[in-house]
């Protein structure tokens, strides 16, 4: 039996950019449904329909949805839809974004880097996140008990890498958008925080990537699992007392001065 701090059942779980069978999203919305939670996935393809129909397979009462997150239509119809479905919203994973830094088109040295490509960049990886919310929140608030989790980058809140003024800006505003979420709703028994991977091997891990992440202090890049186990943690009942926080899982590369 789930201990109660842990206890996610009755609860309804949004998580984005679950697309991946291998990737964050994914790993987190397979752990609230075995915490509980009834969970909806959505990502930009009908592969996300295909995700669902594993969490269902493992006995999560699961919905698939497929959404263009940077369309405020679409981002409408989709919480309508979760909604409609399951009765009700009270956890939001924002989860998508770009899945690789340095694959991306919005990727570049910030001297060059055209507005339209700056745009696309904060579209994909923060207007996601506060389409997604701002749609959320009356669900959430109703209820009287919630948790938004944004999934940032330890790029931008804590380091940068070369390239990336985009993503790393973006990034960085996930955890200012949390916090403010944290203090404008706490109110109302919602927590808001951030989660900031660093190297994570998941299916779009670069060899670059895969490489670096055996560097940290740890010696490898992260499972996925390991971060949603995190990103689920804050999720649950156990955590009501934390918000406004940003947690690094990157196995101390942050910390450590020296390489190699």
């Known amino acids: 039996m789930t201990p109660s701090i842990f206890d996610l059942s009755g609860r309804v779980a949004l998580v984005t ?69 399951h009765g009700a919203l009270d956890v939001v994973v924002n989860n998508a974004g770009m899945v690789s830094v340095g694959s991306g088109a919005e990727s570049g040295r910030l001297v060059g880097m055209d507005l339209a490509t700056w745009r696309a960049g904060l579209a994909r990886n923060l207007d996601t996140a506060f389409l997604v919310t701002r749609e959320a929140m009356p669900h959430v608030v109703v209820r009287g008990w919630g948790r938004i989790v944004n999934v940032s980058s330890v790029t931008g809140p804590a380091m940068a890498m070369r390239d990336e003024p985009a993503y790393a800006a973006a990034k960085a505003a996930m955890v200012g958008l949390a916090r403010s979420v944290a203090v404008d709703f706490g109110s109302s028994a919602v927590t808001a925080n951030a989660v900031a991977p660093g190297w994570i091997a998941t299916a779009s891990q670069t060899p670059h990537e895969r490489e670096q992440g055996r560097s940290v202090p740890l010696g490898r890049s992260a499972a996925p699992e390991e971060v949603a186990a995190v990103i689920a943690w804050l999720c649950t009942p156990g955590a009501a007392y934390v918000t406004g926080q940003c947690i690094v899982v990157d196995g101390g590369n942050s910390i450590a001065e020296e390489r190699g």
């Open 17 to 85: 950019g679950a697309g991946s069978d291998a990737g964050i999203g994914f790993a987190t919305a397979r752990l609230l449904g075995e915490l509980g939670a009834r969970v909806a996935v959505t990502s930009t393809t009908d592969r996300i329909l295909d995700r669902a129909g594993e969490l269902r397979e493992a006995g999560v009462d699961a919905s698939g949805h497929v959404a263009d997150l940077t369309d405020e239509e679409q981002v409408r119809t989709l919480v309508d839809d979760v909604v409609g479905r």
